[in-house]
């Protein structure tokens, strides 16, 4: 079966810097996505990888390691507005998303 | 650019009505269009996928003759969910694939539909 595994919870401090985890196991893979969802509002775009290697956007990097089937998201300088949902998605060999459950990010200050 | 619009953002309905839900693509074709709903403090569930022209796929679990998905032209879905019951209450939300290497999904903003 295809399985996408995240920490279902973390808390990190407003100013430090958060890594969220994801491992992947599909039938195929075409990349891998991490979106961002606050409460009560629908999924954004953050980034796709589909080579190895590091992404670096700003305050947000993604990481992807496609021999060991595992990503990460890394936020720098947290700010009490990256209190999120952060969701690991998968395009397997269909062309299909599989999403992961999401990781709750919890800032305080 | 892809912007994805949903319509209305929330409903309320008395059980046994039907509620119809509309998703445009704004600015681009949607070749593919999906849909999720999400109870709260719960991950996105896959309902359907639906390809412009041909019947939705729908996933394991959930009710084709109760959540009707057309999917009539390249900028516009409808889900329909008929004789809604108050366990049908959810955040709804679609997203559209313009096809190709794009594998981006764009999301609408999501209906928050509750059935009293």
């Known amino acids: 079966g295809q399985n996408i595994d995240q920490p279902t919870e973390m808390t990190a401090t407003e100013g430090a810097i958060v890594q969220i985890n994801c491992t992947y196991q599909t039938s195929g893979f075409n990349g891998l996505f991490w979106y961002q969802q606050h409460a009560g509002e629908a999924p954004t775009f953050l980034s796709y990888?589909?080579l190895d290697g590091l992404e670096e956007k700003g305050r947000f990097s993604s990481f992807l390691s496609r021999s060991k089937g595992y990503s990460y998201l890394l936020l720098k300088e947290l700010q009490m507005k990256d209190s999120a949902s952060y969701l690991c998605a998968v395009v397997d060999s269909n062309y299909q998303l599989i999403w992961g459950a999401g990781t709750k990010l919890i800032i305080k200050p | 650019g892809a912007v994805v619009s949903q319509h209305p953002s929330w409903v309320i309905c008395k059980s046994g009505t039907s509620v119809k839900i509309e998703c445009r693509s704004l600015?681009?074709?949607?070749?593919?269009m999906f849909w999720y709903r999400q109870f709260p403090k719960q991950s996105l569930m896959l309902m359907a996928t639906?390809?412009?022209?041909?019947?939705?796929?729908?996933e394991q679990g959930v009710e084709k003759d109760k959540f009707l998905i057309n999917h009539a032209s390249l900028t516009l879905s409808t889900l329909t969910v008929t004789s809604a019951h108050p366990e049908d209450s959810s955040f709804y939300i679609c997203?559209?694939?313009?096809?190709?290497?794009?594998?981006?999904?764009?999301f609408g903003p999501g209906t928050r539909l509750t059935v009293t």
């Open positions: 639906s390809n412009e022209g041909s019947k939705a796929t729908y």
């Open positions: 997203s559209a694939r313009g096809g190709g290497l794009d594998y981006e999904q764009y």
């Open positions: 990888n589909v």
């Open positions: 600015d681009f074709q949607a070749t593919t």
